[in-house]
């Protein structure tokens, strides 16, 4: 972990898509599989999704996902966060940040 307490893969992939220190994060609750942060960077305000990988589970929802998000932007759809940047070795995806509220189960 960096001053930050956030991966150095993570700064990495920030730096990479121009977001400038200082960082502060939250991490935010509620999924099952994956992780999500959300990050103030000194410029603007995303999302890191840290994918959980399984041995037993073939299916590469990192890819999957971004690769979705990808077409979406690309075709005009704005429904899902814009993506912003991927490493596929550290399982992580930077993604425009949405603010909303989670739906309830009912």
């Known amino acids: 972990m960096s001053g930050t307490g956030l ?21 935010l609750h509620g999924g099952r599989n994956n992780r999500l942060l959300e990050i103030q960077a000194a410029n603007g305000q995303v999302a890191i999704k840290q994918y959980y990988r399984h041995a037993g589970d073939s299916r590469d929802r990192l890819a999957s996902d971004f690769a979705f998000a990808s077409f979406a932007w ?10 912003l940047g991927v490493a596929y070795d550290d399982g992580i995806a930077l993604y425009e940040f949405i603010t909303g509220i989670q739906p309830a189960p009912e």
């Open 7 to 27: 991966e150095p893969q993570m700064e990495a992939l920030l730096q990479s898509a121009s977001f400038e220190p200082p960082y502060n994060h939250e991490v």
């Open 74 to 83: 690309d075709h005009g759809i704005r429904c899902v966060p814009r993506p």
